[in-house]
C-alpha cells in the first residue's frame, strides 16, 4: 500500500534526501505561498463582509486552508520536487543471504517448521527478483558461517547453537575485500549469547551494510513449560544448607500445577509444588536443600512435563557448585563463662567445614583456649598482628566490652572485615553492644545496628521471637523446608531469658528476625555486608534455651548455628580467589579464568605470577598463565576454550617472589546443544534492533515481496547517486482530488456551493 500510495518503498524516504530540482529560486516560492495566501484571505474577507453563508466563525478559515493548500501544492510541483538516493549498480554488487540453520529452526507449528518457512521463502519471487540484478550468495549458520553452493537442500535446522553476533563479524571479515550491497538474514532471532555487540553494529554501520532481518516462528510458543532461570550461589561449604531461585514461565497452561525438583545425579534433595502463572508471565519458587559432600557437583533443575507439551527439553537446567571442604576457622571471643559459649561450642562439634577456635576470659588477666593448633596460638591473647588474625575466617564477639582490645586491634577487627573480607558476629550479653560501649568505638561503622546510647539495654526477661519477611527467605533462618512451617516454627520456638534492645537497623541492613517483649518488638537478628566482609548481630545470649526446652534429639539449636556460622565464612576467600566468567558454558566453551590475589596483609597484589593448572576430560592437562587486568589491582585473568564437554577443573596458584600467594581451586563445566533448547520463542526485538541500527528494515514472512524493492536503494558496495521524481506520486493526485472535493462537500453542507 505505501509503495502503491509513494512509488517508492520506505527506505527511499528514510535514506533519501528530499530537494527541488527546478532552476527557479526557492525564495520565488516562498513569495508565493504567501501570497496565495494573502489574496485568499483578501477575497474570503470580502465575503465574509457580504453576510454570505461563509461568515461562520470556523467556515472561512477552513475554506481557505483547502483553498491554500491546493495553491501550495500546485507550486511545489512546479518547482520538481524530487528525493536524491543512493542505489546500487546492478550486476557490480553481492546481495548475500544468511539462514539460520540452528535446532530451532526445526521447531513446528501448525505443522510447519520454521524451517520449511524458510525453504519457501527462498523460493519466492523477491530472491529472483534480486538475482536478475544482483550476485547472490547463500550462506547457512549456527555458531559459525557456512557458504552454499546450493539452495536449501543443505539446510538441515540441526545446528547446536545460534551465535548471529559472531556469524555478522566473521561475514564482514570474509567479504571485507568485496562489494556487498545488503544482508538479508533469515532466522527466528534465537541468538544465545542474546544480544548484538554495538562493535558489531559499527563495522556494519562503517560499510554502510544494511541487515534485512526476516523473522519465523511465533514469539510465544504454544504449550511449552520452560525454565528461566536458576540464582544458585557458585561456592558453597559442604553440608551448607542454600536457596534456589527457579523461575519458570510458560505458554498455554496457565493456572495449572507442576513440580520442581532439583537432584544430585539419582539423589533427589528437593521438590516444590508451583502454580504456574497467565501465558508468557514467569513465575517463581525457592528449593531449599543441604548440599552434599566436598567436591563439584552439577544439580539438576527439573520441572515436570505437562501432557501436550511442545518441547519438554527446556524444562531442565543444570547448575555447578563448587562445594568447598574447609574447615574455615572462626575466632570465638568470649568476656566471661556462660551457658551460650558452651552450648555453641557443642553445637559445631560436628560441623566439619567449620572449625571454632576460642578464648574465654575467665579472669582479668587469664584465658582459657581451646581449638588451637598449637601452644603458641592465642598465647598472648586477642592478636595483634594482621597475619595473625587474617589467619581466621569470621569472628564472633561474645560478652566482652570494646575497652578489652586496644584502639591497634580494633583497628585490626575493622581491617579484618572490610580488607579481609572476613565475617564478624555480635552475640547479645551483659558486657557487649551498648553494654559494652561498642556504639563508641571504632567499630561502630560495621555494626548494622544504630545502638542506643543511655543507660543500659541488658534485660533478663523472657522473650518470643519470629521472623521477618525478609527472614522466612533467608537461608540462614530456614530450620525447615516448607517456608509456611518454618515461619510456624519460629513462633513456636522456646523464649530467651536474655537478650539486649539493640536499637535500630541500619539503612541496608536485613533484619530477618525480632523478639516479643513486654508489647514491644525489637530485632534480634540484623546481618550486613560491609566492604569486603559481612557483619551481624544477634542481640540475645539466650538460644541455648532452644536446645535445653526442645525434646531430645531436636536438632533445631544445631541447625541454626550451622547456618548461621556457614553463613559468616562462606565468602571469605583466601590470598588468592579463583573464579570463571560462567561455571556453565555452552557450545564455543570460551570463558575467562579470574584470580583475585592479596599479599600477607591482605592488599591487592600487583607483583604475583600466577597460574593455573587444568584437568578435563579425555584425561586433558593444559597449563596457562594468568595476567594482571591493567587498571584493576589485584585482578588477574586470562581466556581460555574447554575443547569438549564435560567437566574441568582449575587448580589456580600464585607467588610473589619466593613467598607463595595462596592457592584455589574452581570446577566449570562445558555444555553444548543445550541453550538452544530455550528461549525458542522468535526474538522480534532483537531482529528489529538489528535491522534499524543497520538502516534496514524488519520483514514478516507475509509481506517479502516488497524486500526486491527495498534492497536496490543502498549507498553500501558500489552505488550511485539518483534522482527520484515526486511530482507523480499517486499520492499527490489523490490530494489534487481529495482536497476540493473536501471544499465542496463542506460548501454544499453549508448551503453555499
Known sequence: MFEWLFKYPPTVFLHGQLLL?????????????VLVGLLLAWALRGRRASGTQLAGRWR???????????????????????IAVNELVPQANI?????DDSRSMAIAEHGVTRMQQATEALQGSWLTSLSRNFHIRLYRFDSGLVRLEGPAATLTATGPATHINAVLNEFASDTASVPVGAVVLLSDGGDNSGRIDRSTIEVLRQRRIPVHTVGFGATLVPR????????LTARALAHSRVTAVVEVSQSGFAGRHTSVTVRDGAKLLATRELALGADGATVSTDLTFDLPDAGPRVLRFAVAPLPGEANARNNELSRLVNVEAGPRRILYVEGEPRWEYKFIRRAEEDDTPVQLVSM?????????????????????????????LFGYDGIIMGSVDAGYFTAAQQALLREFVDRRGGGLLFLGGRQSLSDGVWGGSQLNDLLPVTLPMIGSMFRRDPATVSLTPAGADSPVTRLV?????????????????????????????????????????????????????????????????????????DPTHAVFWHQLLHWLVSDTRGQLSAQVSASTVQDDGHLQLLADVRDRNYLPATDAVVNAHLIGPDRLQADVSLRLVPGQPGRYQTDWTAPAVGMYVADITASQGSLGAGRDTVAFQREDGVAENFHTGQNVEL????????????????????????????????????FQDLWNMPAVFLLLILLPLGEWLLRRRWGVV
Open 481 to 553: 523446608d516448607d517456608r509456611a512451617a518454618n515461619i510456624t516454627l519460629w513462633s513456636k520456638l522456646p523464649y530467651l531469658a536474655d537478650f539486649q534492645d539493640p536499637g535500630v537497623a541500619k539503612s541496608g541492613a536485613q533484619e530477618l528476625a525480632q523478639m516479643h517483649v513486654n508489647g514491644r518488638t525489637l530485632p534480634l537478628l540484623v546481618t550486613q555486608n560491609y566492604g569486603r566482609g559481612r557483619t551481624a548481630v544477634l542481640a540475645t545470649g539466650g538460644t541455648w534455651r532452644w536446645q535445653m526446652s526442645l525434646p531430645l534429639g
Open 60 to 82: 472561512l478559515p477552513a475554506i481557505w486552508l483547502l483553498q491554500w493548500t491546493v495553491a501550495v501544492l500546485i507550486m511545489v510541483l512546479l518547482w520538481r520536487p524530487a
Open 360 to 388: 574465654l576470659r575467665t579472669t582479668e588477666n587469664k584465658i582459657y583456649r581451646q581449638g588451637v593448633r598449637d601452644a603458641l596460638e592465642l598465647a598472648e591473647g586477642f592478636p595483634i598482628k594482621p597475619e595473625d
Open 687 to 722: 531482529l528489529k534492533s538489528l535491522a534499524a541500527d543497520t538502516g534496514a528494515r524488519y520483514w514478516s514472512a507475509a509481506d517479502l515481496s516488497g524486500l526486491a524493492g527495498a534492497i536496490p536503494f543502498s549507498n553500501a558496495g558500489v552505488s550511485v547517486q539518483k
Open 21 to 33: 530540482r527546478s532552476a527557479w529560486p526557492r525564495w520565488l516560492l516562498a513569495l508565493g505561498v
Open 224 to 231: 511449552d513449560v520452560e525454565i528461566e532461570s536458576v540464582a
Open 95 to 99: 546481495i548475500a543471504v544468511l539462514v
